[in-house]
Every structure is written in C-alpha cells, then in structure tokens.
Nanobody
C-alpha cells in the first residue's frame, strides 16, 4: 500500500520559515517525480515545486528563491524548505508522486502565514 504522509505545517509569521516533509512508503520516492502542490481556499491546486528522479528541480515563479525542494533517499522522504514566507503562501500543501500511470497523493498539511 502506497502512502505519502506530509508533516511540518503550522502557523508562522510573515518572514518566517517552515520545512515540510513527505514520507513515502510502498514506493521508492527516488524513482518518481515528486511534487509539492498547494491549494488555498476557493482556488485551484497549483504546482509549487518538483524534483525529478535524477534530482533536477523546478519551481513556480512565485516561490523561486524562497523555497527549496530536496530529497533524502535513505529516509525515502522529500522536503520543502520554505523561507521568507508571505501571507499569500497560506494554503494546504500536498505531496504528489507520479511515474507513468501511477499517481499518488498525500493528505495535505496546512500552512498559515500571518501578516
């Protein structure tokens, strides 16, 4: 059974930092494209960052220079380091693993940034 379990969300003041974790089980995360998405109330789910199986990364323009995605293969975990947080970063953050027809989601973790 595949599980993606996000953690690390919470309430932080603007300018602060959080580090989200996505612990994978049932798959080898390094064999998948791992993505972080976020969804604010009343809005669509948007891609925030991704890391390929080869380690290449890509970011949404809105988070470039502030967020960093990385992966610990030994822990089978993907992280999202979020710095210089802004109120507009407030959302539920979801982890996603995709490879060919396989597509898995975590349950999400809430990030709230106060002004």
């Amino acid at each position: 059974q595949v599980q993606l379990v996000e953690s690390g969300g919470g309430l932080v003041q603007a300018g602060g930092s959080l580090r989200l974790s996505c612990a994978a089980s049932g798959i080898i995360a390094s064999n998948y494209i791992m993505r972080w998405y976020r969804q604010a109330p009343g809005k669509q789910r948007d891609l925030v960052a991704l890391i390929s199986s080869g380690g290449s990364t890509n970011y949404a323009d809105s988070v470039k220079g502030r967020f960093t995605i990385d992966r610990d293969n030994a822990k089978n975990t993907v992280y999202l380091q979020m710095n210089s947080l802004r109120p507009e970063d407030t959302a539920v953050y979801y982890c996603n693993a995709k490879r060919l027809a396989q597509n898995y989601w975590g349950q999400g973790t809430q990030v709230t940034v106060s002004s």
